[in-house]
């Protein structure tokens, strides 16, 4: 396994021809954002950024996504996991999204939680 020096600010971090290889395959191949992929790879988004910008990859302009888009979410698999009464932070580290979308899709689901429990007013 070689190693190879990346130049930036600070101390250079060192990242493996292993680690360029699979950060190349996620972008160019499995189409996986370049901070996704850091993080998967375990390096600074900073060092991604800079080896895909080496590689030649650029950032592809985010699209208007249609209101009913999932992400690739299993809605049923969403409403199985809800009616278990899973909290939506549970469900959406699970399926790699926010909170605020599973909340979403809960209620185009039609999928209600109870109201929480209030705090006495001090």
């Given at each position: 396994m070689?190693?190879?020096?990346?130049e930036g600010e600070g101390s250079a971090t060192l990242v493996t021809e292993e680690q360029i290889e699979k950060l190349r395959k996620m972008l160019f191949e499995d189409g996986i954002a370049v901070s996704d992929a850091a993080r998967r790879l375990g390096v600074p988004a900073k060092r991604a950024y800079y080896q895909a910008d080496k590689m030649g990859w650029t950032a592809k302009q985010r699209t208007t996504l249609p209101k009913n888009w999932a992400g690739g979410l299993d809605r049923p698999k969403v409403k199985k996991m809800l009616d278990e009464g899973r909290t939506y932070p549970e469900i959406a580290e699970k399926f790699g999204v926010s909170k605020q979308r599973i909340q979403q899709i809960a209620d185009e689901l039609g999928v209600h939680r109870k109201p929480g429990r209030r705090r006495a007013k001090a």
């Open positions: 070689r190693i190879v020096r990346v």
